[in-house]
């Protein structure tokens, strides 16, 4: 079962100011979780982004939150690894 993927307008935007490069290895990973989710290397967070997932992307992070049961996908934050969390 696929899931479908929703990017929320503030994660659109600070995906829109990434290089371009960057961007595309960000979206190409992004594709991939509708097939699986929990990919290896994922890890669920905790304090202000419990229950939310995060994937790496060379110095890049991928913030999202899993909806099981309406099998979707909402990336929240995307961002340099020193900044994605602030």
């Known amino acids: ?6 990017i ?6 600070e995906l ?3 290089s371009l490069p960057d961007r595309k290895r960000i979206a190409d ?6 097939a699986n989710p929990r990919p290896g290397g ?3 967070l905790k ?7 995060r994937v790496q992307v ?8 899993i909806q099981d049961q309406a099998l979707i996908i909402v ?11 602030r």
């Open 1 to 6: 079962m696929a899931y479908d993927i929703k």
């Open 8 to 13: 929320l307008d503030r994660a659109f935007r």
């Open 16 to 18: 829109a100011k990434i």
């Open 29 to 34: 990973r992004i594709d991939a979780l509708s």
């Open 42 to 44: 994922c890890e669920k």
């Open 47 to 53: 304090g202000e982004f419990k229950d939310h997932y």
């Open 58 to 65: 060379g110095d890049y992070r991928i913030i999202y939150h």
């Open 75 to 85: 990336v929240v934050r995307i961002g340099h690894r020193k900044e994605v969390y």
